[in-house]
C-alpha cells in the first residue's frame, strides 16, 4: 500500500465515519497547537495538500499518513479515529462497533485497530489478516517502538531494517519498528496474526 491519502482502505460506510472522525480530530488538534496548514504538513511528513483533503474529509488517510499525524500532534492513533473515550475508569470495554478497519488489502486482507489508549505514550492493539502474496510497508515510527506479535494462522514474513524473519503459527516475535519493517504473507493461505504496539512519547 501506497502513503496517498486518496486510496479507499475501508468499506464506503465505515470509511465515511472514519474520515468524518479523523477531520474533526485533526483539525481541532493543529488548531489547539497553533499550527498552519504548512506547519502540520512540514512535521508529520505529508503534503500540505493531503492535510488539507484529510481535514476537509476528501480523502482518506493511510495507516502510514494516520501513525505521521498522530506523532506530530503527540496523541495516539486511537485519538484520531476512534469515538472519545471516557476517562478514570478501571475497566474500559471497547464495543465491537468501535473497532476500526484502517486498511484492506487488494486481495481482500485487512488491519483492524481492535482498541488503544491515548497519545502520546500510545498502547495499540491490532488484528491483521493478509492474503497469499500480499504486503504492507508500515511507517517507521517513533524512538522506542516495540510491537509484540503473535500468528494464529499460515506464515508471517516480518521485514525489519533489511532483515527477514519467517515466523509461523503458535510463533511470536517482538520487534523494534522505529525503522522500516513491514509484514508479508509468502504462503499460500490465510495468514493471521494480532499485534500489540507500544510506541513511547517522543523524548522518553
Known amino acids: 500500500m501506497t502513503d496517498s491519502a486518496s486510496k479507499p482502505t475501508a468499506p464506503a460506510t465505515e470509511e465515511a465515519a472514519i474520515a468524518a472522525a479523523v477531520a474533526q480530530r485533526i483539525g481541532s488538534l493543529r488548531k489547539g497547537l497553533g499550527l ?9 511528513g505529508v503534503s500540505k495538500g493531503t492535510l488539507v483533503q484529510i481535514e476537509q474529509q476528501r480523502a482518506n488517510p493511510s495507516v502510514s499518513t494516520l501513525c505521521r499525524l498522530a506523532a ?16 478514570g475508569k478501571t475497566v474500559t470495554v471497547v464495543p465491537a ?10 486481495n481482500g ?19 491483521w489478516m493478509l492474503m497469499p502474496g500480499e504486503r504492507f510497508v508500515a511507517a517507521v515510527h517513533g524512538r522506542g517502538t516495540r510491537e509484540l506479535l503473535h500468528v494464529t494462522m499460515g506464515m508471517l514474513k516480518l521485514e525489519v531494517d533489511g532483515t527477514t524473519s519467517l515466523i509461523p503459527a ?21 495468514l493471521r496474526f494480532c499485534m500489540t504496539v507500544h510506541e513511547p512519547p517522543a523524548g522518553a
Not at 519498528?177 to 504462503?187: M, Q
Open 36 to 44: 498552519s496548514f504548512d506547519a502540520l504538513a512540514q512535521k508529520a
Open 72 to 87: 506530530a500532534l503527540q496523541v495516539s492513533v486511537v485519538d484520531l479515529v476512534a469515538p472519545p473515550h471516557v476517562g
Open 97 to 106: 462497533d468501535q473497532a476500526r478497519r484502517l486498511w484492506s488489502g487488494p
Open 109 to 127: 486482507g485487512s488491519a483492524v485497530l481492535l482498541a488503544g489508549t491515548p497519545g502520546p505514550d500510545m498502547l495499540e492493539i491490532w488484528n
Open 170 to 190: 503458535g510463533s511470536s516475535a517482538i520487534a523494534l519498528t522505529d525503522r522500516p519493517h513491514a509484514y508479508a504473507n509468502p504462503g499460500q493461505g490465510p
